[in-house]
């Protein structure tokens, strides 16, 4: 007699419950997913979240296991190779992410949304559920109690459903994570940071982008910043991050622009006037809240992912490509245990959740970074000489954001090995002098960069700096 399929049920039907789903119909599962919210595909407007996210490494192998990684990427997703810092006075200026060939990738969040459905539906084992709202649930057994609000008739208002395993994927507020806070020792924190964001858009110019493509805008101002990412249409989807207390002292029109004429002139004109007061008044600033919990699974009955696991601010561009990685994550663990739920759910924990907190915590320097660092000599200084010691020693010093957004080394490690990093950094000041650092700056800044370093490389004593190392 063949075994019985197991049944899972996914709460959510986002970036992370929608891609787990067709991860887990490969392992022929069958798999119904639950979704407060109506198809996507058949809406007009998705209200909520933001528009547009930037995809890196770490998303795209993980939509490359259900066959869209290549499409994102080749056909779909706009590379950005660089940021492009404006500076107050209307200038601009270039800082390159990674070596030429790196990029991360400016995509729309509900297009991809609905192409991992359409590929959901490709399998007979998965089945959406879209309007069903989760009233209650009982992670022990487990058992899930559904409210759907696209009916009135009272004999199917209610679903009841009994899977052999839940995962909750619904977002930052999730309702499965708020069944398993009333679980002892489970720890959980949220911490709501004082700015907010708001959407604006930055219409095309003719039948062209305002502002060159292929770059992550930036307007770092110190306390608050506005970055814009291309969108498909050749607009741009402009991003303001400021205090609360700065969104609710610009009051009227005047006050607007008498803002943006201070801080953000050269962006006026491209947004236009009128738009910008139109766009500013009918939009609210949104809160950005930062999610850490630990367990994320109750024996082998449940699970909870993505967002609803640990919501990150969205300083380093990785909510959607942490997100995702999980799902590669949990793949581990089920071939791990050889698709035994209780044993496979404890290692995605104990593995996943300390490179979660530090992703979390990363997004939250990095927005200070981003607003501020990126004007600072020192900054510029420092990126030049990771670039600098990634292109000499390869294998031993890769930059903190390198290792974030190029690859898929874990998170907790990246931050160790910045700390490393750090206090390396010291050592070999001491061995080649401070002089002959800062000179990597001037001579890296020219595009005759590599006959240059090969020339900086000839005078440096390396033997001595990998003794420093210890590498």
């Known amino acids: 007699m063949p075994e019985k399929k197991k049944v899972v049920a996914i709460v959510g039907a986002g970036l992370v419950g929608s891609l787990e789903a067709c991860y887990l119909a490969k392992r022929d599962t069958e798999v119904h997913v639950y979704e407060y919210r109506g198809d996507i595909r058949q809406m007009e407007h998705v209200a909520g979240r933001s528009i547009n996210l930037a995809m890196s490494v770490r998303g795209l192998g993980a939509l490359a296991g259900v066959g869209l990684g290549e499409h994102v990427k080749q056909e779909y997703g706009i590379p950005m190779h660089s940021r492009m810092i404006h500076n107050p006075d209307g200038s601009t200026n270039p800082i390159p992410y990674g070596k030429e060939s790196q990029a991360i990738y400016s995509v729309g969040r509900r297009y991809v949304n609905e192409i991992l459905l359409d590929a959901g539906d490709k399998y007979e084992n998965i089945t959406f559920h879209f309007n069903h709202k989760l009233v209650k649930a009982n992670l022990d057994k487990p058992e899930l109690t559904f409210e759907r609000t696209d009916t009135d008739d009272a004999s199917e208002k209610m679903v009841v459903i009994t899977p052999d395993l839940v995962i909750g994927c619904d977002g ?55 970055i814009g990412l291309p969108n498909q249409d050749k607009s741009f989807t402009v991003t303001l991050f400021m205090p609360t207390v700065t969104f609710e002292n610009i009051k009227d029109r005047d006050s607007l622009l008498h803002f943006f004429n201070d801080n953000f002139r050269d962006s006026i004109p491209l947004i ?12 609210r600033a949104l809160p950005l809240v930062s999610v850490k919990c630990f367990p994320y699974h109750v024996s082998s009955k449940s699970l909870i992912m993505g967002d609803a696991a640990h919501a990150m601010v969205p300083f380093y561009g990785q909510g959607m490509n942490c ?5 590669l994550v949990l793949e581990d663990a089920l071939d791990k245990s050889k698709m035994d739920f209780g044993l496979a759910l404890e290692e995605y924990s104990n593995t996943r959740n300390p490179d979660a907190e530090a992703m979390c915590d990363l997004a939250m320097y990095n927005y200070v970074e981003m607003r501020d660092l990126v004007n600072k000599k020192s900054f510029l200084v420092r990126k030049k000489l990771d670039n600098f010691l990634h292109w000499l020693l390869p294998s031993w010093w890769v930059p903190l954001y390198t290792s974030v957004t190029f690859s898929r080394m874990r998170y907790h490690q990246c931050v160790s090995n910045r700390a490393w990093q750090d206090s390396a950094l010291s050592r070999i000041s001491s061995l080649v002098g401070i002089s002959s650092l800062v000179a990597v700056f001037f001579l890296a800044r020219h595009k005759a960069g590599y006959e240059a370093l090969h020339q900086l490389y000839s005078q440096i004593p390396i033997k001595a700096i990998q003794r420093a190392l210890k590498i």
């Open 172 to 226: 930052a507020f999730s309702a499965v994570r708020k069944e398993m806070m009333k679980r002892p020792r489970f720890n959980y924190s949220q911490e709501y940071i004082p700015h907010a964001y708001m959407e604006l858009s930055m219409p095309p110019i003719g039948d062209d982008f305002s502002m060159p493509p292929n770059y992550l805008h930036i307007w770092p101002r110190g306390q608050f910043m506005m």
């Open 323 to 327: 997100g995702m990685e999980d799902c």
């Open 272 to 283: 236009g006037v009128e738009k910008l007061v139109s766009d500013f008044f009918s939009n």
